[in-house]
DNA sequence: TGCCGGATGACAGGTTCCCGACAGCTTCGG
DNA sequence: CCGAAGCTGTCGGGAACCTGTCATCCGGCA
């Protein structure tokens, strides 16, 4: 899962960028809005967490283009508290939810699992292939009864191939989707998930499908 | 995937031309608006991206004519960065999407992606050809309920037949729209893969007809 | 029968993928 | 602050597979 936090204050990026990343999400951090304005035309995300109080830039502006350029991902708004009608404006302009500052860290986690539960269209939040369970609320991973404990990069790579299931993944979305930008994912790297996961799975019989030149497959 | 560009400046309309077959679509090019109008009423597309500023023609006017015949394909619209209000009567008419010129290849791939995507979400994609089954979205052939897995040449090739299925296709236009720009294709090594599609086609009763001289056929 | 376009087997690169080995990095317990 | 354990990603050899040329064969047509 992807999220863009864009947030002036540096602090609060920090702590935000560092909750989320303990679920297990790739998170990037952006602190203005020109800049925010460029990544979200030129990559995709699962949410975006934005602070409406930008410098020099209204954070409401960027959420219209946004959605005019036909983006889907979730978006949960920041903003102060006697800032009502921003709120309200910013539902309208389709954001999915707000919460007002300050906030804990914990009631953000929240919010976050339930937009991402929503976004995904996951019925039940466990999803079972073969033997394999995938909670993807409890962010937990079981195979034949047994827990699973998958490292984080492959936990984010099942979690994509499980929401992508019959459909063939290329491997350069597998990296979008696992990278933040000051890391780039090689394809070679990619494999090597591939094939860490395959033995982890082989036990249960379930196999990720090479599809050559386009990418992998799991199988629904 | 069928895309027409629709673009009068001969080298910006083979940059775009190659950027979206390396994608592995089938591109057609057009410099002119009469004719753009002419395919347009005869054939089907999935995407066209139009210049606005055709020589002799305005591109409002096809695209106005286009959506009211009913033509269902995304739209992106090419334009200079000055002409805004062109862009918004393009969009009023049934655009789905414009770039402002100059922009970068990159970017178009993305639009591109971006329309495509959301097109798919409103169409069923999957294509059946007796005993065949192609989802060109899912980039997915199954053959009598089992998935075919086919060489990328061979995936092409079959999605140019059956875009064009009971029109004769000739060897040129197989090799033009199979070649990226760095090699070219002999017309020996089109036999070549109508000779390998067949044989894997064969068990399900399909077949690609030879017309000497002309070209190949794939019976709808 | 001879010609010519097409079909196809064989083969030689070339590409893509797989995965073992290894080293840098992070985390965590003491 | 150190060391152990686990995670992450690079390298590279080898396997599997794809691609396109050559050569040969086939079959329609004059």
């Known amino acids: 899962m992807r999220i863009l936090v864009v947030e002036d204050n540096a602090a609060l990026a920090d702590g935000i960028s560092s909750a989320l990343t303990r ?92 937009l991402l539960r929503r976004q995904s269209g996951f019925k039940s939040p466990e999803i079972a292939i073969g033997a394999l369970i995938f909670d993807s609320v409890a962010r937990r ?23 992508r299931a019959g459909q063939v993944v290329s491997k350069e979305q597998i990296a979008d989707s696992l990278a933040n930008f000051d890391q780039d994912i090689s394809p070679n790297a990619v494999e090597l998930y591939i094939s860490r996961l395959r033995k982890r799975l082989a036990a249960a019989n379930i196999s990720i499908k090479t599809v050559r030149g386009l990418g992998y497959l799991l199988e629904k």
Do not use: H, W
């Not at 925010?36 to 975006?48: H, K, P």
């Not at 490292?151 to 979690?159: G, H, K, Q, T």
């Open 23 to 114: 679920m297990e999400m790739a998170v990037d951090v952006v602190g203005d809005g020109t800049e925010a304005d460029v990544i979200l035309r030129t990559q995709e995300f699962n949410l975006i967490v934005m602070d409406l109080n930008l410098p020099g830039y209204d954070g409401l502006d960027i959420l219209k283009r946004y959605r005019q350029n036909g983006g889907k991902a979730q978006v949960l708004i920041l903003t102060a508290r006697d800032t009502l009608n921003d709120r309200v404006k910013g539902l309208d302009l389709g954001a999915d939810d707000y919460l007002t500052k300050p906030f804990d860290l914990v009631e953000l986690e929240a919010r976050v699992r339930a």
């Open 141 to 163: 991973v079981s195979l034949m009864g047994e827990p699973l404990d998958l490292p984080r990069r492959e936990f984010c790579l099942l979690e994509l191939l499980i929401s």
